[in-house]
Nanobody
Framework: QVQLVESGGGLVQPGGSLRLSCAAS????????MGWYRQAPGKERELVAT???????NYADSVKGRFTISRDNAKIPVYLQMTSLKPEDTAVYYC??????????????WGQGTQVTVSS
């Protein structure tokens, strides 16, 4: 089992910065991919950024160049450095961890989410 806890959200002005952190515990050695997703009011959850065990990253087009996902040497915790924040970035941000299961099944683990509000 994997448990995820997000932190670092809050209220920030447009153009400001925030750093989100995700702490993982449990069977962390089996995690292949970690990432950040977000869900704005009235919208479906969407991918923000992911990072693999080898350090490969990918980003949604809407955040590329503004957000950076990273992790420490132990792969825990994982961070999301957000800069040049826009009101459109307002959402609940969720940490995600993936680990392989039987056959083509993939286990997905989610944190409780942390609120990011970008407003004047």
């Amino acid at each position: 089992q994997v448990q995820l806890v997000e932190s670092g959200g809050g209220l920030v002005q447009p153009g400001g910065s925030l750093r989100l952190s995700c702490a993982a515990s449990g069977s962390i050695s089996s995690i292949n991919v970690m990432g950040w997703y977000r869900q704005a009011p009235g919208k479906e959850r969407e991918l923000v950024a992911t990072i693999t065990s080898s350090g490969k990253t990918n980003y949604a087009d809407s955040v590329k160049g503004r957000f950076t996902i990273s992790r420490d040497n132990a792969k825990i915790p994982v961070y999301l450095q957000m800069t040049s924040l826009k009101p459109e970035d307002t959402a609940v941000y969720y940490c995600n961890a993936q680990r392989p299961g039987y056959a083509n099944f993939v286990y997905n683990h989610w944190g409780q989410g942390t609120q990011v509000t970008v407003s004047s």
